[in-house]
């Protein structure tokens, strides 16, 4: 399976970017996606994640009311709506996938992972 993410860029404090990820080779709809990000010098953190089949999702408490993850399986795309964004939200994410259930998502559990892409925010 190889990720590619894609749709950062630089955006003022208070403004939406869209991030999409693009899932090729052997995927299937019952992988759990999740976004996470990092910045240097700190750990990769979760972000965001949504189960394959029922497709129930999971947030980090830094984005739940402002990021809205959802996938389009028929594209084979994982999106990542983020609004009313934050300097602190600054960092490269990364999209993720999982072969079997997390109940948490966590980095271990991941098993492919694609490229991050920049998302800087401006105060």
């Known amino acids: 399976v190889q990720l590619q993410a894609f749709g950062g860029g630089l955006v003022q404090a208070g403004g939406s970017l869209r991030l999409s990820c693009a899932a090729s080779?052997?995927?299937?709809?019952?992988?759990?996606m999740g976004w996470f990000r990092q910045v240097p010098g700190k750990e990769r953190e979760f972000v965001a994640g949504?189960?394959?089949?029922?497709?129930?999702?999971l947030y980090a408490d830094s984005a739940k009311g402002r990021f809205t993850i959802s996938r389009d399986d028929a594209k084979n795309t994982v999106y990542l709506q983020m609004n009313s964004l934050k300097p602190e939200d600054t960092a490269v994410y990364y999209c993720?996938?999982?072969?079997?259930?997390?109940?948490?998502?966590?980095?271990?559990?991941?098993?492919?992972w694609g490229k991050g892409t920049l998302v800087t925010v401006s105060s």
């Open positions: 949504i189960r394959g089949s029922a497709g129930s999702t």
């Open positions: 993720a996938a999982a072969r079997y259930y997390s109940s948490n998502f966590a980095v271990r559990d991941m098993d492919y």
């Open positions: 080779g052997r995927t299937s709809s019952r992988y759990g």
